[in-house]
């Protein structure tokens, strides 16, 4: 049961992390040329995806701490698991 809510969980919070990039992709900014300056529109796209990348951050947390992933519990013994332990983790971010 405790898994398939983390399993829920994580969906939910990748879920939301997708629609802030869109919504980010959507009100990317634009300029206009004046005669001497170029103008800027306000520039909400750089707060939605940092909001994309903190729903990410905080699966991938939750996914680390709830599997005592490497750096969260117990570590392997040095050998073959735990160099795919690592470069997984290097992959992941």
Same mark, same amino acid.
């Given at each position: 049961?405790?898994?398939? =809510?983390?399993?829920?969980? %994580? ?6 992390a997708?629609?802030f990039? %869109? ?10 040329i004046?005669?001497?300056?170029? %103008? ?12 994309? =990348? !903190? =729903? ?8 680390? %701490? ?14 073959g698991?735990?160099? !795919?332990?690592?470069?997984? =983790?290097?992959?992941?971010?």
């Open positions: 049961m405790a898994s398939m =809510f983390l399993l829920i969980t %994580v969906f939910v919070l990748d879920l939301i997708f629609a990039a %869109v919504a980010a992709e959507q009100r990317r900014s634009t300029t206009r004046s005669t001497t300056i170029i %103008v800027y529109d306000s520039d909400i796209s750089t707060g939605l995806g940092v909001g994309a =990348f !903190l =729903f990410l951050l905080a699966s991938q947390d939750l996914i680390m %701490v709830a599997s005592r992933c490497f750096c969260c519990g117990k570590p392997l013994n040095p050998g698991s735990r160099t !795919l332990e690592l470069v997984l =983790f290097i992959i992941c971010w």
